[in-house]
């Protein structure tokens, strides 16, 4: 079985930073491509950071500048690093291998930026 685990959320204020972290049982993230997504309460679920291929990332423009995705393959762990955290970056974030997989959805951790 495959877990995915989110951690490192919680409340910032705007211009603030956080760095969530993803864990995972039953799955190599090393060698997986893994995205970070965020879903906003009356919002589709949107992918913010993507890291393919080993080491090609994408972002889209309204984090592009601002959110970092990487690896630390010795502990199996996927980052998020933001950075100028904006109010609209408020959402529960989550990871999951890329294309997403309906099995692998978790918990996630919400963040919270105060305006």
């Known amino acids: 079985q495959v877990q995915l685990v989110e951690s490192g959320g919680g409340l910032v204020q705007a211009g603030g930073s956080l760095r969530l972290s993803c864990g995972a049982s039953?799955?190599?993230?090393?060698?997986?491509?893994i995205g970070w997504y965020r879903q906003a309460p009356g919002k589709q679920r949107e992918l913010v950071a993507l890291?393919?291929?080993?080491?090609?990332?994408y972002y889209p423009e309204p984090v592009k500048g601002r959110f970092t995705i990487s690896r630390d393959k010795a502990k199996n762990t996927v980052y998020l690093q933001m950075n100028s955290l904006k109010a609209e970056d408020t959402a529960v974030y989550y990871c999951?291998?890329?294309?997403?997989?309906?099995?692998?959805w978790g918990q996630g951790t919400q963040v919270s930026v105060s305006s």
């Open positions: 890291i393919r291929d080993d080491t090609i990332t």
């Open positions: 999951n291998k890329f294309p997403s997989s309906n099995a692998y």
């Open positions: 039953g799955m190599n993230l090393s060698i997986s491509n």
